[in-house]
């Protein structure tokens, strides 16, 4: 799959092997026409599981799909030569809230250390939007998202401020709770299928957005950024990616004529580095409502390309503070557009006058970011856990 989820599953497991470790990965398949399929991978091993689709569908079905999605997995897995496997020990990935159920059933036959990588807090995040009050529906999230919280030795959030979360939200858990940062493995560009120079945004410098275009990203604003610097011919906008505000954001370009934004579907894992290496900015929008922090997965591309960034996001975030402590970009938290412009203004004189704003970016995607580092601190977590059971 193309999002950031796959990408770093990809990295981390990769890393994994490249540790010595022995790695075998369970994942759901919607495409599937059998119940399972293995495939080996180097030293990974891969089983996909046939479940219910969860992506392109609507909430309701998305909803459905995920309730569904232990009980289908673990129904597969016990069809598959796997069934008898003795798990060393157990790491999953969140979101969806509904590994939980799957995980307790991997553990009953033989207890082991694990390991929950949480990056969304939900029920939460859609409280914050608007997207769900805070009556049965959420009650029932709520029980989910604390019978996974249940199952874990260790829980690894994105920023400090979660575990803020987690000590007034979530007392009384016996997993402890750690932040894991997110990560992202070094890649050289290589070839992409966009090639801005022969697009109308040749010669320009350009401000680019890549991954989910969805509605907690709060999109607007950078299309009214767009118009803001519509008059200066130096300055061109690439949007790159796919998620249910796309047709949104391009009417909303459309009504201001802008002529000066391209939009592209999205685009291979592995094309990334090689659009990024044509951009000068990199951009990143949350919406204001989130009360939860995040680290997007694609700051770390951005980071990684040596490409300073230029937030939109929620008021006291853990990135903003980030990004002024390393000097890697601008960030504004009030969602004002003046305050935006001026800054997306002050961005490109930057870096043209200041080379060590693009090593700061390389130096904060090696030393924070890397995949190596996250593979280390699992691990460590993992022996912890088993030393004290």
């Not at 009980?71 to 598959?80: A, P």
């Not at 894991?180 to 697009?199: D, F, K, V």
């Not at 401000?207 to 767009?226: C, K, P, R, V, W």
């Not at 960030?331 to 001026?342: A, G, I, K, M, Y």
Request: charged content about 25%.
């Amino acid at each position: 799959m193309r999002t950031s989820a796959a990408v770093q599953i990809r990295d981390l497991v990769g890393e994994m092997a490249n540790q010595g470790h022995q790695v075998t990965v369970l994942l759901p398949d919607a495409s599937l026409s059998e119940p399972w399929k293995l495939e080996e991978q180097g030293s990974v091993s891969l089983l996909r599981l046939k479940a219910p689709r969860t992506k392109d569908v609507n909430y309701f079905r998305r909803a459905l799909a995920e309730f569904r999605l232990s009980g289908c997995m673990y129904r597969t897995l016990m069809k598959s030569p796997l069934k008898s496997m003795p798990w060393d020990s157990l790491v999953w990935y969140s979101p969806t809230i509904f590994f939980g159920s799957l995980v307790a059933k991997l553990k009953k036959g033989k207890p082991c250390p694990s390991y929950l990588i949480l990056r969304d807090i939900f029920p939460e995040w859609a409280v914050d939007m608007g997207l769900l009050g805070r009556g049965l529906v959420y009650r029932y999230f709520k029980k989910v998202e604390r019978f996974q919280y249940e199952q874990a030795d260790t829980i690894g959030v994105q920023t400090p401020s979660n575990i803020e979360y987690f000590k007034k939200e979530q007392s009384g858990l016996y997993a402890s709770v750690e932040v894991l940062n997110n990560w992202l493995s070094e890649s050289s560009p290589g070839e992409c299928s966009i090639r801005i120079a022969e697009t109308a945004l040749a010669g320009r410098r350009i401000f680019a957005y890549t991954g989910n275009i969805g509605i907690a990203q709060g999109m607007d604003i950078l299309i009214e950024l767009a118009n803001e610097l519509k008059d200066d011919d130096t300055v061109g906008f690439v949007f790159v990616g796919r998620g249910t505000a796309v047709g949104q954001i391009k009417q909303r370009a459309a009504s201001y004529c802008l002529e000066n934004i391209l939009f592209f579907d999205e685009i291979e894992p592995s094309e990334i580095a090689g659009l990024l290496a044509q951009c000068h900015v990199g951009l990143i929008a949350l919406d204001p409502h989130h009360r939860n922090d995040n680290i997007p997965g694609k700051f770390l591309a951005y980071m990684q390309a040596r490409l300073p960034v230029l937030a939109n996001i929620n008021p006291d975030n853990d990135l903003e503070k980030m990004v002024y402590e390393y000097r890697v970009g601008e960030v504004v938290s009030d969602n004002s557009l003046s305050r935006l412009t001026e800054l997306a203004k002050k961005l490109l004189t930057d870096i043209e006058e200041d080379d060590a704003i693009s090593v700061s970016c390389q130096d904060l995607a090696t030393a924070t970011f890397s995949s190596a580092a996250a593979v280390k601190q699992i691990v460590a977590s993992l022996a912890s856990s088993s030393v004290k059971s």
